[in-house]
């Protein structure tokens, strides 16, 4: 099957700071990172704080400029359009931000919201786009007698959905979904990934999926891949990385996952990071892919 996405030796690197006489070296937050997304594939990945899992999605759709490396969505090459191309490309892929409460313009009604991508691809007349809100808004749960307010007057799962029915307003093949619970109450997070999971099966989407929590990646994902220091060490069906992984790395995250029966003991595994070196992907079984040495 073609992938939906493809992206070899992705490279993010960020200058260093300094003064003339004295300048910290340059940071690679993404280090030679490929992988590929089959279509309808929900592709996860996960890593601690600072591993550059939000900077590879945000590569991925020229939200920031990549350094390096090749990336193809649909058969395009990402890193060759020029900005007009880009703009109507982003059809295809859309992002679910992280942070509902930031990420909608405060000054701006929800349906005002929802419409400006129709608005900015010219799609539609204003009735016609007016009703493809109103589509929108229940497609992802909402009312759309709720149009006309604004974004303080909704709870962070609501403010969620409108951040998902903004990215479904231009049916993209791709979303970025980039820690979309993380910012939400524990209570409020099986609803939006209840959402997100019934929005694929009825649209055929293909997700990237960038999340900490593993036992939500667990649930939701086919393929998880395992981010550290900028550097992807393990790519595998998600039941193999939680049933027999191969890194350091690996296992001793999964070691950090809280345990559910009441007084089981959480036994945490270390890693050495001093031990840490960047090795290319192995593939240590059938699909199952690790930097390790063999």
Known sequence: MTPLVDVR???????????????????????????????????????????????????????????????????????????????????????????????????????????????????????????????????????????????????????????????????????????PVSALDVSVQAQVVNLLLDMQKRLGLTYLFIAHDLRLVRQVCNRVAVMYRGRLVEVAPAERVFAAPAHPYTVALLSAIPKLQPGQKLERIPFDAASFRPLPLREVESGHWAAVQI
């Open 9 to 179: 030796n992705l490279v993010k690197e960020y200058p260093g700071r300094g003064g003339l006489f004295q300048r910290t070296p340059p940071v690679r937050a993404v280090d030679d990172v490929s992988f590929s997304i089959a279509p309808g594939e929900t592709f996860g990945l996960v890593g601690e704080s600072g591993c550059g899992k939000t900077t590879t999605g945000r590569c991925l759709l020229r939200l920031i400029e990549p350094t390096s490396g090749e990336i193809r969505v649909k058969d395009m090459d990402v890193r060759a359009l020029s900005s007009s191309a880009l703009r109507r490309a982003r059809r295809h892929f859309q992002i679910v931000f992280q942070d509902p409460y930031s990420s909608l313009n405060p000054r701006m009604r929800v349906g005002d919201i929802v419409e400006e991508p129709l608005i900015i691809h010219k799609l539609g007349s204003r009735e016609e786009r007016r009703a493809r809100v109103q589509q929108l808004f229940e497609l992802v749960g909402l009312d759309p007698s709720a149009m006309a307010k604004y974004p303080h007057e909704f709870s962070g799962g609501q403010r969620q959905r409108i951040g998902l029915a903004r990215a479904l307003a231009l049916e993209p093949s791709l979303v970025v979904a980039d820690e």
